[in-house]
């Protein structure tokens, strides 16, 4: 248990503490996080034969496929993922060191469902600079941040809203300040409703914000947070990054 651990363990609920263990296990299961090894993207036309690729392959290890848009014409692109149980970064792995507790950063903010199919664009981490991905973002959520409003966005991830947001606490110097680099990821539960296009209130519970997974291995492609999503205050709150063994 880390110093940070230590002072949030008798004033934290317990769903938080659950979420926490559920995120670890999530990050150190054989096909977590920590465990992708490659990403392969194929030439045009070819889908990947997920028993050759495993040829040679140590037993801890195991395939699946993959599938994208091509920036440019927007064709399927198909290829395949490799994940080892025992991967270096499973191996090192100490832990990701969260902020304390804080019910100040459970937010109420307010959901407006948007016409359907409207698209943001996304950069995201590995591809070209200023290149982007159009995802379907089903509404705005606006929020009231430390005195100041925003207008955000979160795009539809099975169902639940995925926010990809930024703060200064991600470029920040200090050990003990920051967070994960490009930005970290917030789930928000999608209201009943919102898809007849139904307003309703949605909590930003920054406790739980997390390290997107492109913190864990660097075979992810991450989305990184637009414009509207970059707050100007620092998120004091949720996971900060990730430690290894030196």
Not at 18 to 44: F, I, K, M, Y
Not at 51 to 77: C, I, N
């Amino acid at each position: 248990m880390s110093i940070t651990d230590a002072k949030t363990t008798n004033d934290a609920p317990d769903s938080w503490h659950a979420w926490r263990e559920a995120r670890r296990q999530r990050v150190t299961g054989p096909q977590g996080d920590l465990a992708l090894v490659s990403t392969v993207w194929l030439p045009d036309g070819t889908e990947p034969d997920l028993d050759a690729v495993l040829v040679g392959q140590p037993a801890s290890v195991v395939a699946t496929a993959v599938h994208r848009k091509d920036l440019d014409t927007g064709a399927p692109e198909h290829g395949y993922r490799l994940w080892d149980a025992e991967s270096p970064a499973n191996r090192s792995f100490v832990e990701v060191p969260v902020f304390p507790y804080d019910p100040a950063w459970r937010i109420t903010a307010h959901f407006t469902p948007a016409e359907p199919g409207r698209t943001i664009p996304y950069e995201h981490l590995r591809d070209a600079a200023g290149a982007t991905r159009d995802l379907v973002v089903p509404g705005d959520i606006t929020a009231t941040i430390d005195g100041r409003s925003y207008t955000l966005s979160a795009f539809d991830d099975d169902g639940t809203l995925l926010l990809v947001f930024g703060d200064p606490t991600n470029r920040s110097t200090d050990d003990a300040d920051r967070t994960y680099g490009t930005g970290r990821f917030l789930f928000v539960e999608r209201p009943a409703g919102s898809s007849t296009g139904e307003e309703s209130d949605v909590v930003l519970d920054f406790n739980q914000a997390f390290v997107p997974p492109c913190g864990f291995s660097d075979q992810y492609n991450c989305p990184l947070p637009p414009f509207q999503n970059r707050l100007h205050v620092p998120v004091h709150a949720g996971e900060r990054y990730v430690a290894h063994q030196a």
